[in-house]
């Protein structure tokens, strides 16, 4: 299993950027996928979650709620999360996940496959 997690990179507050997950020897198209990120001196913390092909629901943090989203492209086996409005506290390593159930969504220890992180500077 691999994910791999690209489109970081440093940004204007107020900026947008689009993060993708590639995923490779999943049934991507069943399991649930996550974003979390971990700032430099706190603990990993769950941003966003998407169900698998029982109906793409979604879950966000309360602190990007209407400022991200998650979709997924099955056919791509990508997961993206689109960051619109980012804040200076948007900073952070991002992380893709593969979760192992579909509920729980906003733990990490749902998850089983994680990538291998893309950082996310945004300058105030």
């Known amino acids: 299993v691999q994910l791999q997690a690209s489109g970081g990179g440093l940004v204007q507050a107020g900026g947008s950027l689009r993060l993708s997950c590639a995923a490779s020897?999943?049934?991507?198209?069943?399991?649930?996928m996550g974003w979390f990120r971990q700032a430099p001196g706190k603990e990993r913390e769950f941003v966003a979650a998407?169900?698998?092909?029982?109906?793409?629901?979604?879950e966000y943090a309360g602190s990007v709620k209407g400022r991200f989203a998650i979709s997924r492209d099955n056919a791509r086996n990508t997961v993206y999360l689109q960051m619109s409005s980012l804040k200076a506290e948007d900073t952070a390593v991002y992380y893709c996940a593969s979760a192992i159930r579909p509920y729980e969504l906003r733990t990490s220890r749902t998850y089983g496959y994680w990538g291998q992180g893309t950082q996310v500077t945004v300058s105030s």
């Open positions: 998407v169900t698998g092909s029982s109906g793409g629901n979604t």
């Open positions: 020897g999943l049934t991507f198209s069943m399991d649930p």
